[in-house]
């Protein structure tokens, strides 16, 4: 089972990124799909998760939107009004239980994360 994460980079603030999410090996289609990232220094926390509705973390808002591609195998997120509070590596993940947590101890599967540097 592979999970591969892209579209990371340097932005300004203000602006925007879309990351990627391409799985393998596992047909994630029925279940939750959810983005972390992790900070210098911090834990990895939770960022949005695409399951049976859609759920973001309070900083982000209004900022970020979660989305599945058609077969549901991928996934995306779209960021906007970035802010340097949002450097971080993003992680994608995917659990084997039918009802996960906003917590990472409840995702099995995480791919090898993707960089957004936010510049002042």
């Known amino acids: 089972v592979q999970l591969q994460a892209s579209g990371g980079g340097l932005v300004q603030t203000g602006g925007s990124l879309r990351l990627s999410c391409a799985t393998s090996?596992?047909?994630?289609?029925?279940?939750?799909m959810a983005w972390f990232r992790q900070a210098p220094g911090k834990e990895r926390e939770f960022v949005a998760a695409?399951?049976?509705?859609?759920y973001y973390a309070d900083s982000v808002k209004g900022r970020f939107t979660i989305a599945r591609g058609n077969g549901k195998n991928t996934m995306y997120l779209q960021m906007n009004s970035l802010v340097p509070e949002d450097t971080a590596v993003y992680y994608c993940?995917?659990?084997?239980?039918?009802?996960?947590?906003?917590?990472?101890?409840?995702?099995?599967?995480w791919g090898q994360g993707t960089e957004v540097t936010v510049s002042s």
């Open positions: 993940s995917a659990p084997t239980m039918v009802s996960p947590t906003c917590e990472a101890y409840d995702y099995d599967y």
């Open positions: 090996g596992h047909t994630f289609s029925r279940g939750t």
């Open positions: 695409d399951g049976r509705g859609k």
